[in-house]
């Protein structure tokens, strides 16, 4: 199927915008800094999944399915753009979530719960420290999965699985067409940027722009910053890039040696302590694009893939003078996540510029 034949149901606002960040470029005096604002793409307080799920809600009403259902870490984004997606479409929404179940409900999954999702969580904590405890835990959530779907199907439920991420090749459409996008703002704008750094995760947001940057011949590199130190190296992003071609008749190979990962120093690497783990020195980050520019980040992963950005600009990876596009992908809600709150207490509620007049 041609790319422009998929179905596509707006789920968010597209185009989002693309801004210079004035004070940052003139902080750290290295070329032009500019900002993709993905985190604005309107649905349940936006995101990058947006433009997946355009695809994938189009998918589900096309195959005549009544309910979204989809994976992720307790406090995952896409989940929560999920259960909106499917509220907005007349879908049940239903989500799946690894991990015990929190004590105090925060962030997403308070949003989650108040858009009315069934919300299932797959503890696997019995496992932990076994030698073999990885596949333990696929293999409890695989069952227990398709327990829950068959529990569904005999209500007349029928979910439309949307994996991790929405990273389907179905979900990655929408940031192949994020490039011809970004490109005609940068025509219109009068912006020559030589990079654009985004996250990478579940592949979809990274591995579309990609195929995407190639297929439209873009006039800039895209970089993956890893959220998490466990991520799939460049042969499998090429492996998803040739089924992205293949399926949408692209005619585009990328080959593992031209995809471009980088992770930081050793001593100080962007993806932080660990996937969702809260550490400082991502929070700066954080502090350091909202006190320049008003703009905010999350900790699990823009926080880091704007650490990832910078330190490519100030260490001269991206070659000094080029210019650079920072690709927002949201997650601001998991800002206010328990674990995230009770790091930032310390960090932003003591100090220099903090008052109390006490009568
Ligand atoms: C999901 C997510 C990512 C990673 O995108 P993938 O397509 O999964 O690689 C980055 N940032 C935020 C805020 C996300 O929610």
């Not at 992720?72 to 479409?89: E, I, L």
């Not at 904590?125 to 990885?134: E, T, V």
Request: charged share 20%; aromatic share 10%.
């Amino acid at each position: 199927m041609k790319l422009s034949e998929l179905k596509r149901v707006p789920v968010g606002y597209l185009n989002t915008p693309l801004e210079p960040m004035e004070n940052l470029t003139k902080l750290v005096g290295k070329g032009k800094l500019y900002v993709k604002r993905d985190d604005m793409t309107g649905l349940a307080f936006g995101g990058n999944k947006a433009r997946k799920l355009d695809y994938l809600v189009a998918a589900a009403l096309d195959g005549g399915y009544n309910a979204l259902m989809t994976f992720g870490g307790v406090q995952t984004n896409h989940g929560r753009m999920t259960v909106a997606a499917a509220v907005k479409y007349g879908l049940k929404p239903i989500l799946v979530l690894t991990g015990a179940k929190p004590d105090y409900c925060s962030g997403n999954l308070i949003l989650d719960r108040m858009m009315g999702a069934d919300v299932h969580f797959i503890d696997t904590s019995a496992f932990d420290g076994l030698p073999d405890a990885k596949e333990k835990s696929a293999a409890y959530l695989a069952a227990e999965t398709e327990k829950i779907v068959a529990a569904y199907e005999k209500q007349g439920i029928h979910p439309y699985n949307v994996p991790v991420g929405g990273s389907s090749v179905v979900g990655a459409a929408g940031y192949i067409n994020a490039v011809p996008e970004i490109m005609r703002q940068m025509e219109e704008q009068g912006i020559n940027a030589k990079y654009l750094v985004c996250g990478y995760g579940s592949m979809g947001t990274f591995g579309g722009l990609v195929a995407g940057a190639k297929y439209f011949k873009a006039p800039f590199e895209v970089i993956g910053i890893p959220v998490s130190p466990e991520f799939r190296g460049p042969e499998q992003v090429s492996a998803f890039i040739d089924q992205l071609s293949k399926e949408y008749e692209l005619g585009v190979h990328v080959a593992p040696e031209e995809i471009r990962i980088e992770t930081g120093p050793a001593e100080e690497p962007y993806y932080g302590v660990g996937y969702n783990i809260p550490d400082a020195v991502t929070q700066d980050y954080m502090a350091l694009l909202a006190k320049t520019e008003g703009i905010f980040t999350d900790a699990c992963y823009s926080g880091k893939i704007f650490h990832g950005f910078l330190d490519l600009v100030r260490s001269g990876k991206i070659p000094d003078g080029e210019n650079a596009i920072f690709l927002h992908s949201g997650g601001t809600p998991a800002i206010w996540s328990k674990e995230h709150l009770d790091l930032a207490q310390s960090l932003f509620y003591d100090g220099e510029g903090l008052f109390v007049h006490k009568a």
